[in-house]
């Protein structure tokens, strides 16, 4: 990674680049109308209480070219939390620099420093560029897993059942 970048946690005031860069996410995975939800919205998730997520923010030259939002998650096998990456992103003029590499080793650095179990993350089917990144940072790619979701009107109709 070039030393003119800097990385460093979301702070209040980079909402609004964050939820940028999450619409370039969008785009790039051809998913923009699936984006519903808004800067303000995330600010509160990152920075209020409780805090939902968290963000690491990658400049250059002052400008957020990558980020990568995370939260924890609870592994009860370890009986250890662990972290999961939610999304990462760096802006196509961008890639190609160490900076994804950088990413992961600072989330690796965090998890380390939490006394994390895992660090997990999923990856699109179609995205094997990506997949093959991720291979080649030590990843494993668990084939025999599912990702199972419930979306809000059915999350709705399940809790009435209770």
């Not at 080793?105 to 998890?111: E, P, S």
Request: hydrophobic share 45%.
């Amino acid at each position: 990674m070039s030393s003119n970048l800097k990385i460093r946690f979301a702070e209040p005031s980079d909402s609004a680049v964050l939820f940028e860069l999450i619409q370039g996410l969008a785009e790039y995975e051809k998913l923009s109308d699936a984006v519903t939800g808004n800067a303000q919205a995330l600010k509160e998730h990152l920075f209020g209480e409780p805090k939902y997520i968290e963000a690491i923010l990658v400049e250059s030259a002052g400008q957020a070219v990558g980020f990568a939002l995370f939260f924890h998650n609870y592994s009860t096998f370890l009986t250890k939390p662990g972290i999961y990456l939610e999304d990462l992103f760096v802006l196509p003029e961008f890639r190609r620099q160490g900076i994804g590499k950088a990413l992961l080793a600072k989330l690796a650095q965090i998890a380390v420093e939490r006394d994390c179990g895992r660090l997990e993350w999923s990856v699109l089917d179609w995205n094997v560029s990506a997949q093959a990144f991720y291979r080649s940072m030590g990843a494993d790619i668990l084939d025999d897993w599912r990702i199972c979701r419930v979306t809000e009107e059915t999350i709705k109709k399940l809790a009435a059942k209770g």
